[in-house]
């Protein structure tokens, strides 16, 4: 059976998409704003882990709607919420299981238990989250055991997390990104794997 991973090319995708390849058949799925995006950094990432990528195009004028909804709001935490909400709904529409990096003591993204139960019941998928119970000391761990990774400020990584491609549409509209996401946001991306 397939299971369709959201996929960023960071450590906790890549992780969550290992344990999940255990019983499932995994496509990694990575959702861009711009279908003119190139991701070659998160296609490496894939083919470390072995699995094979899909890239979503996430609906036309998606990007302004949640950098609006970020200016306005004054932080990115709702919108960066919507976003996973779509990216999972889409994947659930395609997909028996559908599958994320989401761990224990995250707060964003993180779809609440009624919005899981909405959209399983809706679309008859499960929604799969191996890493809900993982903090993040022992999603480190596990990760160094098992990747290469590349630690950065978020920009600074290529990787394929939400939040560059809505701090781009901020500043497209004049504003500064900076005022409105936490500072020092660190970004992970896999760039080989570690031999036993």
Do not use: W
């Not at 995708?13 to 991701?39: C, H, K, P, Q, W």
């Not at 890239?55 to 960066?80: C, L, Q």
Request: hydrophobic fraction near 40%; charge should be negative.
């Amino acid at each position: 059976m397939k299971a369709g991973v959201l996929y960023s090319g960071g450590k906790d995708s890549s992780l969550a998409a290992v344990m999940l390849g255990t019983y499932y058949e995994v496509e990694l799925n990575t959702f861009v704003f711009d279908r003119t995006r190139l991701i070659p950094s998160i296609e490496h990432a894939a083919q470390v882990l072995g699995f094979p990528l899909i890239k979503r195009v996430f609906p036309p004028g998606m990007a302004d709607e949640m950098a609006e909804m970020v200016i306005a709001d004054g932080y990115p935490n709702d919108a960066i919420n919507r976003i996973h909400q779509t990216a999972i709904e889409t994947l659930a529409g395609e997909y028996t299981v559908v599958g994320d990096g989401t761990r224990f003591d995250d707060r964003v993204p993180m779809l609440a238990r009624s919005q899981v139960q909405s959209i399983c019941g809706r679309t008859g998928s499960s929604y799969v989250r191996p890493l809900l119970g993982y903090m993040r000391s022992e999603i480190d761990r596990l990760a160094d055991r098992y990747f290469l990774v590349e630690y950065g400020e978020t920009g600074t990584i290529p990787n394929g997390d939400y939040e560059s491609e809505i701090r781009a549409a901020i500043c497209a509209r004049g504003a500064d990104p900076a005022a409105l996401f936490p500072p020092h946001h660190e970004q992970s991306l896999v760039v080989g794997k570690k031999t036993k």
